[in-house]
């Protein structure tokens, strides 16, 4: 409307006869009731033309941020003190046993908190792609395999990896107890001067690291606004959302079947699967995936069903107390949420794809015969790649099609990405 009236304006301006002032008011009013056509349309239905089960399924990707309670394992989960402290320790390459690198060597604020590699490096090359920290808190697995079920244990784990941070219980507990500012750091954060025992000093590091890490969460995104548009009936505000990445959306979330997997607020059902990706390590050897990773984490100290949980209800430990070492958890890894996605190129457990176009080819053109399945053989498991019942199928996507659900994903982006700012809150020697 406001384009028209200008146009009647120039009109106006044009010729000053009245005939013609005439026609523009008639033309204004013709196209005002065109204007109003679509709202007429939304009354019965939506233009965009989403039947019901598309907005039941647009709708359960959000809200976001969502909404998330402090963690019951840690007692030290939203005390801002040990943020800070925390903080502190995330970017401090004392914490390693060379004093060269931090966990920001690989977690690199500027990079979505991932390193853009394909394998993360820090003392060594390890055989992972170096996830981002955004968003860990929703997590309840934590590594690809899911060795961890908490994030106090998985922010422990580098620092006693030879090839991340080489350090050692001792190193890290003499250091923090050594360090009058550090020793201050932990007595503001846990309220007592720091464990005698070096373990316990070194798990309530690893629970400080959490409390960070929990305030890491991604921004809003265009889909974000779309999702509350269509939830709010707002028709208007809807259209906005660029054609090609609704058209993309609507590909992820129908025939592509990729929200069977990739759903929720984070894009991630949080659970594991196979999809085909290889196996061999550039090491050596083969990545078990979730396999080893439950054998891991059930041999681990460190797991909700340890004396490390403060959670004395063990309530947290339900999910860990249930798992199943069936065979079919061989080379399945964990499916990754899917916020920010294209700002952490290359993709998979391994960094094998490098770009997002590759990534949605991967699932067109999936070959089934690289999938798993286990097999026993005198007593000893073993996978072997053979098609095994899947969700997935080669999906076939025209180029086209790639190119929508690409621009869908990018959609994932948070809209204006706050520069990371150390907090001034750097721990002061006061205690
Ligand atoms: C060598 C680079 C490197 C360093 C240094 C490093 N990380 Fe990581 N981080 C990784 C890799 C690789 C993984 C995936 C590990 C796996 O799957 O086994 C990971 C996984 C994680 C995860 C789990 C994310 C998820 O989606 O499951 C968290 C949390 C994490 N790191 C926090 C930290 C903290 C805290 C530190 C410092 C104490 C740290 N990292 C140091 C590379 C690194
Ligand atoms: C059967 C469950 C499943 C389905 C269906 C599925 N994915 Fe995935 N997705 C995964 C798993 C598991 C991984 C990680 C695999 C690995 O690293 O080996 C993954 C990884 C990804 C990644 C890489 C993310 C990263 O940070 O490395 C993207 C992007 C992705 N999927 C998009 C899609 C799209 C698009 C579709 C639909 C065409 C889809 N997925 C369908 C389970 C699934």
């Not at 909404?67 to 390693?96: C, H, M, Y």
């Not at 594991?272 to 050897?285: D, Y």
């Not at 947290?316 to 798992?323: D, G, P, V």
């Amino acid at each position: 409307m406001a384009d028209f009236r200008r146009f009647g304006r120039i009109i106006q301006g044009c010729s000053a006869t009245l005939t013609m002032r005439l026609y523009a008011l008639i033309a204004a009013g013709f196209f005002a009731l065109l204007a109003a056509l679509p709202l007429a349309a939304v009354a019965q239905g939506n233009p965009l033309g989403l039947n019901a089960e598309e907005i039941r399924l647009i709708l359960r990707h959000g809200p976001w941020p969502a909404p998330w309670a402090t963690d019951a394992s840690n007692r030290v989960s939203g005390k801002p003190a040990a943020i800070a402290f925390g903080e502190q320790l995330f970017f401090e390459p004392r914490l390693s046993g060379t004093g060269t690198v931090s966990c920001a060597t690989c977690h690199v604020p500027e990079r979505n908190w991932a390193d853009g590699r394909k394998l993360g490096v820090a003392l060594g090359e390890g055989d992972r792609n170096t996830p981002t920290v955004l968003n860990v808190r929703y997590h309840r697995w934590f590594g690809w395999d899911g060795a961890q079920d908490n994030l106090w244990a998985q922010s422990v784990r580098p620092l006693l990896d030879a090839k991340e941070m080489g350090a050692s219980e001792r190193h890290v507990a003499r250091w923090v107890r050594g360090d009058t500012a550090l020793a201050c750091g932990y007595r503001q954060a846990f309220g007592q001067a720091p464990a005698t025992d070096d373990e316990t000093l070194m798990i309530d590091l690893g629970k400080a690291l959490a409390a960070f890490q929990e305030t890491l969460v991604t921004g809003r995104t265009l889909f974000d606004d779309f999702r509350d548009a269509v939830a709010r009936n707002d028709w208007k505000a809807a259209a906005a959302y660029p054609a090609t990445a609704l058209r993309g959306a609507r590909i992820f979330m129908g025939k592509g079947n990729c929200s069977l997997c990739h759903f929720g607020p984070q894009f991630s059902n949080g659970e594991f699967h196979e999809i085909g990706i290889p196996i061999v390590r550039k090491s050596g050897g083969i990545d078990w995936g979730r396999y080893q990773g439950i054998k891991l984490l059930r041999a681990s100290r460190f797991n909700l069903l340890g004396t490390y949980n403060d959670d004395k209800t063990q309530a947290t430990a339900q999910f860990t107390r249930h798992i199943d070492l069936a065979p079919q958890t061989f080379e399945q890894f964990k499916v990754p949420g899917l916020r920010n996605v294209a700002l952490t190129a290359p993709y998979m457990h391994n960094g094998h794809l490098a770009t997002l176009r590759d990534v949605v080819r991967h699932y067109s053109e999936i070959d089934l015969t690289q999938l798993h399945q286990a097999h026993i053989y005198a007593g000893d498991v073993y996978a072997q790649a053979v098609p095994t019942d899947s969700v997935l199928q080669p999906l076939k996507l025209r180029d086209a099609e790639i190119d929508d659900v690409v621009a869908f994903l990018e959609t994932l982006n948070e809209r204006a990405p706050k520069r990371f700012q150390r907090s001034a809150k750097v721990i002061k020697n006061k205690c």
